[in-house]
T-cell receptor, first 110, second 116 residues
Framework: GQQVMQIPQYQHVQEGEDFTTYCNSS?????IQWYKQRPGGHPVFLIQ?????EVKKQKRLTFQFGEAKKNSSLHITATQTTDVGTYFC??????????FGQGTILTVHP | DVKVTQSSRYLVKRTGEKVFLECVQD?????MFWYRQDPGLGLRLIYF???????EKGDIPEGYSVSREKKERFSLILESASTNQTSMYLC???????????????FGNGTRLTVT
């Protein structure tokens, strides 16, 4: 079964509102990765978190890795229409494999 | 910049046909992957390869096979296409094992396969 659960599946926001997607793992992870897929595009790597409790920022995006290394979140402050897309978390559950969450589809209304 | 190229953007095949999806990467990456993407299910790993002629089953290998005769090329084969294999297929590569620090996946543009 799915080892990484991601919620919500869909999120509709007005431009300027904040957005958060959450990723929960059934087991402790050595690291977690986040990818973004624009409509009609392919997933593009955003960031990798490694340390327990780690917080990283990329402009309006804030990524967190939980203390137990079993959950993670991506928060976008003041969304813009360019943020539209599907956000995936992914973890290495066994050597050589990266398992993805179901993704959160973000829609931003101007 | 890494480039992963998938031979077809759209493909329509009939049930029972043998289908080949081709993927080429230009960065001398060791690892290559085939995922399929379906709404609500995310990306599911079909097969991966960590070296030439080496292959490993992913989470949903049934109905598929793969070939890696050269380092830069990884092919996905549907021996006898069925309608439930209608999906978006994404090829990816990584320098090292994707769980390693600093070794993310680089994806191709995808092939949308329709089996009728």
């Amino acid at each position: 079964g799915q080892q990484v659960m991601q919620i919500p599946q869909y999120q509709h926001v007005q431009e300027g509102e904040d957005f958060t997607t959450y990723c929960n793992s059934s087991t402790t992870l050595s690291n977690i990765q986040w990818y973004k897929q624009r409509p009609g595009g392919h997933p593009v790597f955003l960031i990798q978190l490694v340390k327990s409790g780690e917080v990283k920022k990329q402009k309006r995006l804030t990524f967190q890795f939980g203390e137990a290394k079993k959950n993670s979140s991506l928060h976008i402050t003041a969304t813009q229409t360019t943020d539209v897309g599907t956000y995936f978390c992914a973890g290495p559950y066994s050597y050589g494999k990266l398992t993805f969450g179901q993704g959160t589809i973000l829609t931003v209304h101007p | 910049d890494v480039k992963v190229t998938q031979s077809s953007r759209y493909l329509v095949k009939r049930t029972g046909e043998k289908v080949f999806l081709e993927c080429v990467q230009d960065m001398d990456h060791e690892n290559m992957f085939w995922y399929r993407q379906d709404p609500g299910l995310g990306l599911r790993l079909i097969y991966f390869s960590y070296d030439v002629k080496m292959k490993e089953k992913g989470d949903i290998p049934e109905g598929y096979s793969v070939s890696r005769e050269k380092k830069e090329r990884f092919s996905l084969i549907l021996e006898s296409a069925s309608t439930n294999q209608t999906s978006m297929y994404l090829c990816a590569s990584s320098l090292l094992s994707p769980g390693r620090i600093g070794s993310p996946l680089h994806f191709g543009n995808g092939t949308r396969l329709t089996v009728t």
